[in-house]
């Protein structure tokens, strides 16, 4: 198991790193790709939710599970043929975003493998993302990450409840 660094941002307000961009940037694709998939079904209603799975399905989204626990929440990300140091992990207050890319590509050789000569070898470009937005606030603080057998583990402790006080007696 490899962990992951986490980049942990404290205030929900700074959406300054590149991947807040990036992930509205898909976000604004997705909208785009989910109203095509319901124009192209000649704007019947109900299928709504199909649409917008539809569009993640095409535009790169992995498959995802999110956990709620009492006092934490736990996300897995399914990765397999990434390597540790192509996933970033990126919490806030209420969202979780895991960015993995690859680069490769086809390419001619006649690279020996045991017996086998390799004629050539075509890959794609890999560039997936997923954001969840919590339900609750999580301590960004204690945010960690572990990758192992294609499978990103992320575990997001709840933040502290602050217990509330009564109604404020005013002052006579």
Not at 33 to 38: I, K, S
Not at 116 to 133: G, T
Not at 139 to 165: M, Q
């Amino acid at each position: 198991m490899t962990d992951i660094k986490v980049e942990k941002i404290e205030n929900p307000e700074n959406r300054t790193l590149p991947v807040f961009q990036r992930v509205d940037a898909l976000f604004e694709r997705l909208q785009k790709r989910a109203f095509e998939l319901f124009a192209d079904r000649g704007f019947v209603d109900g299928h709504d939710l199909q649409d917008w799975l539809a569009a993640e399905h095409e535009l790169c989204w992995p498959a995802t599970e999110l956990a709620e626990h009492p006092k934490k929440y736990v996300m897995s990300v399914a990765l397999a043929g990434f390597e540790p140091e192509q996933i970033e992990v990126t919490a806030s207050p209420r969202e979780l975003i895991v960015h993995a890319a690859m680069k490769s590509g086809r390419r001619e050789t006649n690279e020996k493998k045991g017996e086998a000569v390799v004629l050539w070898s075509e890959f794609r470009s890999n560039d997936v993302f997923r954001r969840v937005e919590l339900a609750e606030p999580i301590d960004v603080s204690k945010v960690s990450a572990s990758f192992a057998n294609g499978l990103l583990t992320v575990i997001a402790e709840k933040a502290a409840k602050v217990p509330s006080r009564g109604p404020v007696a005013a002052a006579a």
